[in-house]
């Protein structure tokens, strides 16, 4: 391991995102802010530092994607990019902000989305986006809510919603109210989906008496759908619950075949998200603010 910091400044300006930590100056924005849109610090002359704020967050979030959030810490980032954890606080304040530049670069992975198939369609891809991004990086939820500052990254993604709206006939506050419900779905959406699986998974595992960190990739997968918490609701009614205590889920099941005529989307997710839609839809239409040939 390292136990330099990093070179002196001494020759050609760095890029703001690559400085060093400096902290904030009297009368500008919180210096958390400023590092995360790359603008705190004054440029300095130097050779450009092995070590970047760039750097430890991509570690960070390697370190977060293959054993959780809790694993994040300084040190075990210091370690991971070879350096002592004191040559980090030259870069980043600290874990808090730490937290803070991750939760804006996970969203630099998210599409771009093209602006010409219809407000529906695109809302539709821009919610999607997110439910896929957070069942793919699951500690993305147990990031504080504080976290979640708009950073460059993340007000792209807005911008973009903004871009889908942009022949809806609502004004600025309405839509970013829109966004901000289906902000809302995304979050809650995807926290039900972790939360089963987590379970699920977890099951698997005490009931094989495997490690706590046995890796899901050597789990059965059919042992962890029957493992899902809602796995066989209807079985679970039939034996424990009284038709005279729960008389109306009986009446609902009871004439149930267990088909639907009108079928909803193919899984769970795009059935939430076309649930959300219709309500916005019929907002819109109420509103009298649909693109025209939709009204």
Known sequence: MSTDTTPEPTGQPQDPAEQPWDGAVAGEPPATLQRLWG?????????????????????????????GLAAVSMARIAEAVGYTPMALYRYVAGKEELLVLMADAVAADLPDLPADTGWRAGLEAWTRAQIDMGLARPWFLDLPLSAAVPGPHRVRWLDQAFGILREVDLPADEKLALVGLLAQHVLGETRVQV????????????????PDGTPEAELDPAAIDAAHPYAGF?????????????????????????????????????FGITIVLDGVEAYLRRRGALPAGEG
Do not use: N, Q
């Open 39 to 67: 603008t705190t610090a004054p440029r300095r002359r130097g050779p450009k530092p092995a070590l970047s704020v760039g750097r430890i967050v991509r570690a960070a979030m390697e370190l977060a994607d293959a054993e």
């Open 195 to 210: 939360e089963s699986r987590r379970a699920a998974v977890e099951r698997v595992r005490r009931e094989a008496g495997l």
């Open 234 to 270: 209807e079985a679970m009614l039939g034996r424990y619950a009284s038709p005279a205590t729960y008389p109306h889920l009986f009446e609902a099941f009871a004439a149930w075949d267990g088909t639907t005529t009108d079928a909803p989307p193919e899984d769970d997710i795009g």
